[in-house]
């Protein structure tokens, strides 16, 4: 498909592959509508503004995600508020979403959206968040850039929300080296996106804009690198379970070794194999595993650092915290990517047996 790309001469912007892939993308998500984006990043910052978030509304999100979910909430000059995680997906806590909500409700503090993250290749506890969400009129963003290929209840993630997004980023499951999607219930919405992410030229000869647009759509040839890929996502999904059965079979038994359960709503894709560790039990502490690894040439890394610790959000509001504090004082991603063999993964094994 690249070569085909680079060979029909739809270098430039846009092109046959563009259309194609979101047309993938859609069939895969199971979602009506989609945009081919420069990264997940953008894809965040298009689902604020088409909801029409503006400066000094509320965003609620999960305070255990990446940095990027909620600075899209800053782009659009509103107001992350954070709240905490569960311990059956690490994701967001469905009853402390919902008692919070009602209690926003009463007042009158409700939020104009929330993002909602399927971390780590987990889906969220999507139907009651979605009813909380639905029964207050909170607009809902999946942000589903660790998760393609994951499922909830049979359904693909990517198709809980209003508006859900990928990213392609290197790291992720299928990458276009950086890319992301943005997919939506309604064409209106999709619509806009695409306009604002072509520097929202009017469709007139001349040069002609009446909102501020960006630069951020995919290439032609990046989107043919992601068809590719997309075509060969059910393998890749199947190699990081494997990936996550190796360690858990090799691990699962070591004291204080407890692996992110996988949730019995769904199927997680395992996108990063991801663990804690009480130091005590395990007799060494996460930061002890890493710099072990280190040594060996190998990286793993802490889980997210909540955002509600991040020096970028301070003061920001959040409903509780403890559970992803804890997962991220003890929390490691172990070496996970498709590319990772089975001798490499013996290594990391041995590594951490050895310690
Ligand atoms: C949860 C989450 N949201 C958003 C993003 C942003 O995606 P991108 O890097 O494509 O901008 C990432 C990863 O990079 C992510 O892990």
Redesign the pocket.
């Given at each position: 498909m690249l070569t085909d790309a680079v060979a029909s001469g739809w270098i430039a912007p846009l092109g046959p592959h563009v259309d194609a892939f979101e047309a993938e993308a859609c069939a895969v998500t199971a979602m009506p509508h989609a945009v081919a984006l420069?990264?997940?990043?953008?894809?965040?910052h298009l689902a604020l503004l088409v909801l029409g978030v503006a400066p000094g509304d509320r965003v609620w999100t999960s305070t255990l995600?990446?940095a990027?979910?909620a600075n899209?909430i800053a782009y659009v000059g509103a107001h992350p508020v954070f709240v905490d995680s569960d311990r059956v997906s690490w994701n967001l806590d469905p009853g402390l979403l919902t008692e919070q909500l009602d209690r926003a409700a009463r007042a009158g503090t409700l939020p104009k959206a929330l993002i909602g993250?399927?971390?780590y290749g987990q889906c969220a506890d999507w139907e009651p968040i979605l009813a909380a969400c639905r029964r207050h009129g909170v607009a809902v963003i999946e942000?589903?850039?660790?998760a393609l290929g994951a499922t909830y209840r049979d359904r693909p993630a990517g198709s809980f929300g209003d508006l859900a997004?990928?990213?392609?980023?290197?790291?992720?499951i299928i990458t276009t080296s950086?890319?992301?999607m943005l997919l939506g219930t309604r064409k209106d919405w999709i619509d806009r996106a695409r306009h604002l992410a072509t520097q929202a030229r009017e469709p007139v000869r001349h040069y002609e804009h009446k909102d501020i647009g960006f630069n951020y759509r995919l290439s032609n040839l990046l989107a043919a690198v992601g068809r590719a890929q997309l075509a060969d996502l059910e393998r890749r999904v199947a190699a990081r379970r494997a990936i996550q059965g190796r360690y858990r079979a090799a691990l699962g038994e070591l004291p204080g070794w407890s692996f992110l359960p996988e949730a019995s709503f769904g199927r997680a894709t395992h996108w990063l194999t991801c663990a804690t560790i009480d130091p005590v039990a395990f007799g060494q502490h996460r930061d002890q595993v890493i710099d072990r690894l280190a040594a060996h040439d190998m990286e793993a890394r802490p889980v997210?650092k909540p955002l509600h610790l991040q020096p970028v959000f301070a003061g920001a509001e959040a409903f509780r915290g403890s559970v992803a504090e804890a997962l991220f004082r003890d929390g490691i991603c172990l070496p996970s990517g498709s590319s990772l063999t089975p001798a490499d993964q013996e290594r990391v094994i041995a590594a951490i047996r050895a310690t």
């Open positions: 420069s990264s997940g990043t953008a894809a965040l995600t990446f990027a979910t899209a993250v399927d971390l942000d589903a850039a660790e997004i990928l990213s392609f980023n290197g790291n992720k950086g890319g992301g997210w």
